[in-house]
């Protein structure tokens, strides 16, 4: 890698819940590499697992000091792509992480803000997606699970340098839903089938959400 070529390192968690894929996994490995707009795309996974998570950012931001972090996560039932505004400084899960771990009202950061704005230029990727057709929308909270600790963790280092910094949701994939559709018989459940997306659209989203964040001059 180019010491001068800047960098946005572009992270996706693994698959969890017993789901047999991520598309925000799968998403990170397909643009790991990419050149957008003169910068070099490091894509990284992130584990889903409460204990590690604040360690593999320290060694990230460590390891690549990016110009921009972008991070990806699965919102299962969301029909959309989804530009998180705000992290939470609280931890509060019922759904076991890949440890097994859960989580009740404890915060992510002893000394921390209650909360962090992420910073990267939201109305500008929303304006850009749906010139090209892709549906999106801004979300005032990223939930307080592993995305939410991913987006505060990243914020919260990052607090004192001018590094835009944020975090995308994506929807099933069609695989994933259908895969859903079938636990649900399994289990006698009788729900509307969950929406979803294809990778390939929204691969092109975050691409587009990559470019505008290192295009444009300062957060819209």
């Known amino acids: ?49 409460i204990a590690r998570i604040g360690a593999e950012i320290d060694d990230l931001l460590h390891e690549f000091r990016p110009q921009t972090v972008i991070s990806l996560g699965l919102a299962p039932g969301e029909p959309v792509i989804r530009l998180e505004r705000v992290g939470l400084n609280l931890a509060d899960f019922e759904l076991g992480d890949n440890e097994g771990l859960t989580s009740r009202d404890q915060p992510l950061s002893r000394q921390g803000s209650a909360a962090r704005w992420a910073s990267l230029p939201l109305r500008r990727i929303e304006a850009a997606l749906l010139a090209k057709g892709i549906p999106v929308r801004l979300s005032e909270t990223a939930g307080t699970y592993l995305c939410n600790a991913c987006l505060y963790g990243f914020l919260e280092r990052l607090e004192d340098q001018a590094v835009p910094c944020g975090f995308i949701h994506v929807p099933m994939t069609p695989d994933l839903a259908a895969e859903a559709i079938v636990r649900r018989r399994h289990d006698g459940m009788d729900r509307l089938p969950p929406p979803s997306m294809s990778l390939d659209l929204i691969v092109a989203a975050v691409r587009i959400a990559i470019s505008e964040t290192v295009s444009g001059s300062a957060p819209a």
């Open 1 to 49: 890698m180019s010491k001068t070529q800047p960098t946005v390192l572009l992270t996706g968690f693994e698959p969890y819940g017993g789901m047999s894929g991520n598309p925000a996994y799968a998403t990170m490995r397909a643009l790991d590499g990419e050149i957008i707009a003169g910068h070099r795309i490091v894509g990284r996974p992130l584990p889903v697992s």
